[in-house]
């Protein structure tokens, strides 16, 4: 059974690079049948979807953070991995990493690490 | 703001029969078939329950059901159970700009 599991430090300080790494376990990341996204939560309130990347390292990003994002793919390691920088308070949430199949639905979650942007 | 409107709670009686809308716009809900269900119990991974408007995974119970009407995507929870308490989410792509959106999500609450 694939699961997914985040990793990463829960508190950033503001202007410096959130970085989140997440391990799929019982499955290839190889799999080309699928993409393999980020998702994040604000405190109270609904779900933003950030990017998505193919094992093949080639990506696709939400079009309100493509400027800070970077997202990579370890195909040795089965992770892929999520950068974010000049992070603000703003982008204080709990971040999840996900399985997304070819018609924009998400069929795997982790369950989620929360990142607190703070000095 | 999310980009698709869900109500904030829903509530029925363990047996009853629920429905939670998602309402987006021509350009995401109304334009396509990639509407997609979640439950989240709060701790835990959030579970696919349906996908494609309509389909469920395997595993899935068949009281969870999907449609649309146009802007507006609808879940059902059929014989309303303990467990089905939980926080739900739609999402759909939209292209606006080629992404996706979530809804707010809605608390559902077996009275």
């Known amino acids: 059974q694939v699961q997914l599991q985040e990793s990463g430090p829960g508190l950033v300080k503001p202007s410096q690079t959130l970085s989140l790494t997440c391990t799929v376990s019982g499955g290839s990341i190889n799999n080309g049948g699928h993409y393999w996204s980020w998702i994040r939560q604000h405190p109270g309130k609904g779900l933003e979807w950030i990017g998505y990347i193919y094992y093949s390292g080639s990506t696709f990003y939400s079009p309100s953070l493509k400027s800070r994002l970077t997202m990579s793919v370890d195909t040795s390691k089965n992770q892929f991995s999520l950068k974010l920088s000049s992070v603000t308070a703003a982008d204080t949430a709990v971040y999840y990493c996900a399985r997304e199949g070819p018609t924009w639905y998400f069929d795997l979650w982790g369950r989620g690490t929360l990142v607190t942007v703070s000095s | 703001q999310s980009a698709l409107t869900q109500p904030p709670s829903a509530s029925g009686s363990p047996g009853q029969s629920v429905t939670i809308s998602c309402t987006g716009t021509s350009s995401d809900v109304g334009g396509y078939e990639y509407v997609s269900w979640y439950q989240h119990h709060p701790g835990k991974a959030p579970q696919l329950i349906i996908y494609d408007v309509t389909k469920r995974p395997s595993g899935v119970p068949d009281r969870f059901s999907g449609s649309k009407s146009g802007n507006t995507a609808s879940l059902t929870v059929s014989g309303l159970q303990a467990e089905d308490e939980a926080d739900y989410y739609c999402?759909?792509?939209?292209?606006?700009?080629?992404?996706?959106?979530f809804g707010g999500g809605t608390k559902l609450t077996v009275l």
């Open positions: 999402n759909s792509y939209t292209g606006s700009n080629n992404s996706v959106v």
